[in-house]
């Protein structure tokens, strides 16, 4: 998944939640509503089109591995001349562009996979990733739904479809579908906090309290992680001995967002008074 994570979490009562990170290829979690955490790109994660194992694509995925656009280009070209609709080759190139942040030539790109691939969950994944950069929400949720339909055990479509639904609040929808990220990818951590997110909306505290133990070894500089680990612990859980130190973390992490500080002060002032 390439985002993520885009994708971001709300607190129980549904406001609407921050991505926090870029594209993850990278996905990066949607942070919780109340934490406000920072946006800096899509929460989403990014889908290959299949035949990736095809040996005709390894010249272009080394050349998407070297990070040359000349020879991305070079390879991707080969390709579209044998098959000017070739899904992968498009989808590499689109996404090529979408990281550099030339998400116009990345929409083009993806509309001229469409025109013979109507039906690739994959590309629209990865269409909705740019409808999210372009600010248009609403329009990326449908084509998520659409590549469901086409595709309902897509590990990249369940944990963005997921997390856009976490971040409206909808908690019931995204409980199942970030279930099904989760097991597929236990390791994407935009995918882990989205559903540590559902899990807490939906009262299960406990397995959201392991998930984040988890993430906190392999993540330690990650705000929203640690933000909304701290709101669970002493928020929902009352253990304000052991978020407190979460909550001040998050404040040597982020020195420049005033709402992210503020959600850590007061959160640090709740554990405190409770520690009295």
Not at 2 to 18: P, T
Not at 131 to 148: H, M, N, R
Not at 241 to 267: H, M, W, Y
Request: net charge positive.
């Amino acid at each position: 998944m390439v985002g993520a994570a885009f994708l971001a979490g709300c607190a129980g009562g549904a406001k609407k939640g921050d991505a926090e990170g870029g594209p993850r290829g990278e996905a990066d979690a949607f942070a919780d509503a109340e934490s406000h955490s920072p946006a800096k790109g899509s929460p989403m994660a990014e889908s290959q089109p299949s035949g990736g194992a095809d040996r005709k694509y390894q010249p272009l995925s080394q050349a998407l591995r070297s990070g040359s656009e000349s020879a991305v280009v070079a390879e991707a070209s080969k390709l579209l001349a044998a098959n000017g609709g070739d899904p992968v080759a498009l989808n590499a190139l689109a996404m090529f562009q979408f990281r550099q942040g030339r998400v116009g030539a990345a929409k083009i790109l993806l509309e001229k996979a469409f025109e013979k691939n109507q039906n690739n969950a994959s590309l629209l994944n990865n269409f909705a990733l740019v409808q999210i950069a372009e600010g248009d929400a609403a329009a990326a949720l449908q084509t998520l739904k659409k590549a469901y339909r086409i595709d309902d055990r897509n590990p990249d479509v369940l944990g963005n479809l997921g997390s856009m639904y976490v971040q409206g609040g909808d908690y019931a929808k995204a409980l199942s579908l970030m279930e099904q990220a989760y097991r597929a990818n236990k390791k994407n951590a935009a995918v882990a906090v989205n559903y540590a997110i559902a899990l807490r909306a939906n009262k299960n505290y406990g397995k959201a309290e392991d998930i984040y133990k988890e993430l906190v070894k392999t993540n330690s500089r990650d705000v929203g992680l640690h933000l909304n680990y701290a709101i669970l612990l002493i928020d929902y859980m009352n253990k304000g001995k052991e978020g407190l130190p979460l909550a001040i973390k998050v404040k040597f992490l982020e020195t420049e967002r005033k709402d992210v500080l503020d959600r850590a002060n007061a959160l640090e002032k709740k554990a405190r008074g409770e520690l009295k």
